[in-house]
C-alpha cells in the first residue's frame, strides 16, 4: 500500500504506510525455542488470558469544518463561485488501546485521539468509559489517556524492547475494522526499523509479520509472557489491509510516555543536543578509515551546544550514547527520548580515526530569546497568522536549520490561509520591512497596506508572495 493514506472514518487504525487509528515493572525472561512437534502445536490461549483484558476498543469523534461547493461536483462553476460557508461535520474513528496502569491510565495512537472532541473507550468485559488525553505527541504518534471514574483495572506490564530478538514469537491483539477483539500471532521480523513516518524523527519501529488491520492502531503486541513489546501503529500494504508488514512502537518508548504521564507532565521534552546528523554508508566509511558503515556523522553542530561544550566537532561521528549504539539519526532521537533530561550521559564517538569519549549535559533546548508566540489581529490580511521567535527550542520542535534566526510561522488559520504561508516557514521581510522579530511581524501587520510582499524561507529555499488585500 502506498506510504501513509488515511481513510474517511478513519478506521484510525493503520494508514496504509498505513497507521493502524503503575504498571509492574518488566521482568527478564528467557526466550526458549520449542523442544518438539507437541509443544509447537501448544495454544496461546494462557497468554491471550493474561493479556486481552487490557486490551481495549477506542471510539473517537471530532468535530471538523468542511467547506463544500454549493455546485456539488461541478468543477467549472465550482471554480467560478468557489467554495460554500464552512459546515460543520462529524468524522468518526475508530481503534484500539493498552490500559498500561490500573487507574485507568490507557495508551493509544495520536493519530486515532489525538485531535478527537470525544473518546469513548470499551473494555474487554463491556464497561464503557469516556476518556480524555492527558499527554499527546504528534511526532512519536503516542497518546496518553485517563479514563474517568475507572480503578482496579487489567494493566499490561512492560517487557523490555531494547531485549526483543527477530524470530521471537508475538501476538497483535486490537480491534480490526471495527469487528471486536481480536487476536492473531507472528514473529519479530525486523527491529529499529526507521525513516517510514514522515515528520517522526524518532521512529525506530518493531517489524512483525502478526496480521495487523485497520482498527488495530493503538493495540497490543505482546510477548509470550502476556506482556507489552509494542504499540502497534502501522502496516506497509498496497491494498489497506495486513501484507504481513507491520510496526509496532516499542515498549521502552511508550513506557517513557506514560511514566512522564503518571507525573503529571503534558509533554515529554528530548535532551538537546543543537546538532545535525547523517547515515554512515560504506563509501563514508571507507572515506573515514572506518572498518564498517556504523553510527551518524555530526554534519553541523550549534556552538552552544552540549556536544560543542563536550570538544566534539563537526565530521565525527557518534558511534554510541549511553552504552547503547546509535546507527541512524532516528535512533539517536530515539535514545534521546529514552534518556530525558536532567543528569549525564557518555558519548562514545571517532574523532579524526581515534574512538573517543565524552560526558555530555542532557538538558532541554534553550528558550533564548524568548519564542514571544503571537497570533495576528490586526483586521486585515495576516489575521490568523501564529508566529514565533526562532530559539533552539523552537528549531527542535520544528526541525528548522540549526543556525535559523527571526521569525517563524507555527500555525495559519483564517484570512491569513489566503497567503499560502504554512508552519515552518521562516519569514524574512514583508512589503520590504525586514523582520527580525514577532514585534516587527505586528508592526507590519497593522499598517494594513493595500497589497503584500511576503518573502520568506521554505526547505532552504527563498520564495515571493504578492496578494492584494488588505
Do not use: C
Amino acid at each position: 500500500m502506498p506510504l501513509i493514506r488515511r481513510r474517511p472514518l478513519v478506521l484510525a487504525g493503520v494508514l496504509s504506510l498505513l497507521l493502524l487509528a503503575a504498571a509492574p515493572p518488566f521482568a527478564p525472561a528467557e526466550a526458549r525455542v520449542p523442544s518438539d512437534a507437541a509443544e509447537i502445536s501448544l495454544s496461546f490461549a494462557p497468554v491471550v488470558k493474561k493479556a486481552a483484558p487490557a486490551v481495549v476498543n477506542i471510539y473517537a469523534r471530532k468535530i471538523v469544518q468542511a467547506r463544500l461547493s454549493p455546485f456539488a461536483n461541478d468543477p467549472f462553476f465550482s471554480q467560478l463561485f468557489g467554495l460554500g460557508p464552512a459546515v460543520p461535520r462529524v468524522q468518526n474513528s475508530l481503534g484500539s488501546g493498552v490500559i498500561l496502569d490500573p487507574s485507568g491510565i490507557v495508551v493509544s495512537n495520536y493519530h486515532v485521539v489525538g485531535e478527537a472532541d470525544a473518546i469513548r473507550v470499551v473494555l474487554n468485559d463491556g464497561r464503557e468509559f469516556d476518556a480524555e488525553p492527558i499527554l499527546a505527541d504528534r511526532e512519536s504518534d503516542l497518546a496518553v489517556l485517563r479514563l474517568k471514574g475507572a480503578k482496579g483495572l487489567p494493566a499490561l506490564a512492560f517487557a523490555d524492547s531494547d531485549a526483543v530478538e527477530v524470530g521471537d514469537l508475538v501476538l497483535a491483539i486490537g480491534n480490526p475494522f471495527g469487528i471486536g477483539q481480536t487476536v492473531t500471532s507472528g514473529i519479530i521480523s525486523g527491529l529499529a526499523r526507521s525513516g517510514l513516518a514522515a515528520g517522526n524523527r524518532t521512529a525506530y519501529f518493531i517489524q512483525t509479520d502478526a496480521p495487523i488491520n485497520p482498527g488495530n492502531s493503538g493495540g497490543a503486541l505482546v510477548d509470550m509472557a502476556g506482556r507489552l513489546l509494542g504499540i502497534n501503529t502501522m502496516i506497509l500494504s498496497r491494498s489497506g489491509g495486513s501484507n504481513g508488514i507491520g510496526f509496532a512502537i516499542p515498549a521502552n518508548l511508550v513506557k517513557r510516555y506514560t511514566e512522564a504521564a503518571l507525573a503529571g507532565a503534558d509533554r515529554v521534552v528530548r535532551p538537546w543536543l543543537g546538532v545535525t546528523v547523517q547515515d554512515v554508508d560504506a563509501s563514508l566509511a571507507e572515506a573515514l578509515g572506518m572498518e564498517r558503515p556504523e553510527g551518524v556523522m555530526v554534519t553541523q553542530l550549534h556552538p552552544q551546544s552540549p556536544l560543542a561544550a563536550a570538544g566534539i566537532e563537526e565530521g565525527d561521528v557518534i558511534l554510541s550514547i549511553a552504552g547503547k549504539p546509535v546507527d541512524s539519526p532516528a535512533a539517536l532521537g530515539y535514545r534521546l527520548l529514552l534518556l530525558g533530561t536532567g543528569g549525564k550521559a557518555t558519548i562514545r564517538y571517532m574523532h579524526r580515526g581515534r574512538e573517543e569519549e565524552a560526558e555530555i549535559a542532557l538538558m532541554p533546548p534553550p528558550e533564548t530569546p524568548p519564542r514571544d508566540t503571537v497570533e495576528i489581529r490586526a483586521g486585515g490580511l495576516l489575521d490568523g497568522l501564529v508566529a514565533s521567535n526562532i530559539n533552539p527550542a523552537v528549531i527542535d520542535e520544528l526541525d528548522l536549520p540549526l543556525d535559523a534566526q527571526g521569525v517563524v510561522v507555527t500555525e495559519v488559520r483564517g484570512p491569513a490561509l489566503r497567503t499560502g504561508l504554512a508552519p515552518g516557514d521562516i519569514l524574512i521581510a514583508i512589503n520590504g520591512v525586514e523582520i527580525r522579530t514577532t514585534r516587527d511581524l505586528q508592526k507590519v501587520a497593522r499598517s494594513r497596506p493595500r497589497s503584500w510582499e511576503i518573502l520568506f524561507e521554505r526547505a532552504g529555499q527563498r520564495s515571493l508572495i504578492r496578494i492584494r488585500g488588505r
